[in-house]
């Protein structure tokens, strides 16, 4: 028996046991696309135990947190939460509480959970979550906190059911892990080694999500330009873009993320090509300086990162390029974090995500001598921020005038006769229509620019 079935059984026993009680439950998802993506799959397996999905975390009986490491604040904000569970626990004692994600792969967390967090029902990390049939079993069988943490991959498991939040737009991951070690990153120790799956299994599945609907895919990896590595039939990631594009009835691809150090002329080709490629290109740099990046353990230098931006502008028209940067970092000095407010306006980015540096313990840059201040990194954070907002603005307001095709994703909050949407280079755009739109690609006149987002006419 294959692990999808021995769970999908553990699923049926949980169903019997819980049968028609009414539960519900409620997931909160951490940190990024990939662990969106997990929470799908964790969704549509409560789902299909015979959970329903509660408004808010008040009303569930299950309660499932998965979580973020990549930087402090997202820590401290499970913990936050996990303190009101602990008292909402007491007037329901049958509220289950789970916890998995980034954070449970760290044996810092594990030791804070089994002394601190004893409300804590059940702990599973990123290599076993297809386990959570089991370890609910696990859990109605026993008294005991549940724990089960796995090192590193075991095989691939697929094919679990999934409750997906948008009906016309998923994720898809290509590759799971992290080979790279930049010297911050905590990634690599939580995610594993990279692996890459097949081509054939990862077009299987955007075709069965383009019949059941889908029209956009978010292709996820650490670093989408190594796919294919260590492959039996090796594939570069531009070959898979191109088998993608073929894909009948899917209208859009996208991709995150793409590591400078990696990225190819091919790759830029393919996006070039493909017409279902959208011109968008997230290619973060995380400091503008030769030195910081060597330090950071990146593999490229400045002049290199240029060099790929201006090839992709020549190449892919209206490219929207975006990037993550961070503050901070160990023995940053003034002059060095000159030289990345001065990329960013070489550059001219459509949008970027800048963070302050966060030690993580176990990496080597927590080690590192010369830390910045908390007081130097805030006043840093705003200046690059400040820039930005301008640099950023004066990019969405080129948009002025043009004409772009729109996916529509919700109505507005505040009015039912507007929606928004992404423009196929990831400009969010909001306009007069009603919810019949959603999920349909509409074609678009952009009318005005504002900070964050853009005004346009359905044409
Ligand atoms: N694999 C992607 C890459 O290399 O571009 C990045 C994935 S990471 C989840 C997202 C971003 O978090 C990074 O690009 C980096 O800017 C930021 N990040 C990672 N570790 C950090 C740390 N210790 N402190 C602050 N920001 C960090
Ligand atoms: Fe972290 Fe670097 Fe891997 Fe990205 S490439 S996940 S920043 S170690
Ligand atoms: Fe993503 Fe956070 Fe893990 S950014 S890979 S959920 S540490």
Redesign the pocket.
Known sequence: MNETSRQLEYINKAKMILGDKGLKYFIKT???Q??EKQSETLAGVLEEIGYTEAENEKEADFVLYN????RES?ELKVYGRLGHLKSMKKNKPNLIIALC??MTQREITIEEIKKNQKHVDIVFG?FNIHKLPELIIARMESDEQIIDIWKEHGEIVEDLPSHRKYDFKSCVNIMYGCNNFCTYC??PY??GRERSRKPEDIVKEIESLVSEGVVEVMLLG?NVNSYGRGLEEETTFAELLRMINEVEGLERIRFMTSHPKDISEELIYAIRDCDKVCNQLHLPVQAGNNKVLKEMNRNYTREKYLETIKKAKEEIKDLYISTDMIIGFPGETEEEFEDTIKLVEEVEYNGAFTFIFSVRTGTKAANMENQISDEVKSDRFNRLKEVLDKVVYKKAKEMVGKETRVLVEQASKSDDATVHGRTDSNYLVHFKGDKSLIGKVVSVKIKEAKPYYLIGEKI
């Open positions: 951490f940190g990024c990939m662990n979580t973020c490491t990549v997202a994600g980034c990123n905590i990634v939580v995610r650490q």
